[in-house]
């Protein structure tokens, strides 16, 4: 399958920790490749040096499976690396997917931020999450937004609620408010079902159940829009 982007990259990206950035990260590859022969060529970037969570969970399942020939690539990449690897990935990819650490403190994590086409920002619909994730937004990611644009470079950035209950009070009210947020919130949001992640927390598109399936159109959609508008 040939390339048909411009390698894009994106990134679940929180600093918060258990929101769900590799979950979310393997979900949205899975579907991508689920797509077949006529789908985007997808390639997942694992930039956490300490715990590599999709790359660790790639390397045991390859003890377990003889088809990973028809897998999309895992790659681990040192955050302090990324840059420079990233022609190489944008030549061989269409869609650069990038899983980011839990702290902002790794070497590179910062820099290759600067480098990041597409940010969806999870958070679970609490007021611990999102605080921390305002604070992300506020004192970290809109400087680099203005960085990128000064360089000519245009950002999409999202959020996106994750572990949704419907029913619980500090959901409706975030929905209720969402137009002040500094941010905007993506259409769709993720419903808490703890089986469909664990069963969806593979690097193996066969494994993939389809949980979140208007999501990842959603995300979809946004980059070819993110493309078309530059």
């Known amino acids: ?61 390859m003890e377990d499976s003889s088809n990973l020939k028809e897998e999309y690539e895992v790659m681990n990449i040192s955050s302090s690396e990324f840059i420079s690897q990233l022609d190489f990935l944008k030549e061989n990819f269409d869609v650069i997917l990038v899983d980011f650490p839990g702290n902002l403190k ?25 605080s921390a994730t305002l604070y992300f937004f506020d004192n970290v990611y809109k400087n680099i937004i203005k960085t990128r644009k000064e360089n000519g470079m245009k950002t999409t950035v999202r959020g996106v609620m994750n572990r949704v209950m419907p029913n619980v009070l500090e959901f409706k009210e975030i929905m209720k408010n969402k137009e002040s947020l500094p941010f905007q919130l993506m259409d769709s949001y993720i419903k808490d079902s703890r089986v469909d992640y664990q069963r969806n927390l593979s690097t193996l598109s066969g494994n993939y159940h389809h949980p979140c399936d208007q999501f990842c159109e959603e995300v979809i959609d946004l980059i070819s829009k993110h493309i078309e508008e530059e």
């Open 1 to 61: 399958m040939g390339k048909k982007l411009p390698g894009i990259t994106l990134a679940f990206e929180n600093p918060k920790g258990g929101v769900g950035k590799s979950t979310l990260t393997a979900l949205f590859a899975g579907y991508v490749h689920s797509l077949g022969e006529d789908g985007i060529k997808i390639g997942v970037v694992d930039i956490d040096d300490m715990q590599n969570t999709m790359g660790r969970l790639r390397q045991t399942e």
């Open 106 to 130: 790794q070497n590179g994590v910062v820099e290759t931020l600067h480098f990041i086409d597409i940010v969806i920002m999870p958070f679970e619909p609490n007021n611990t999450d999102l």
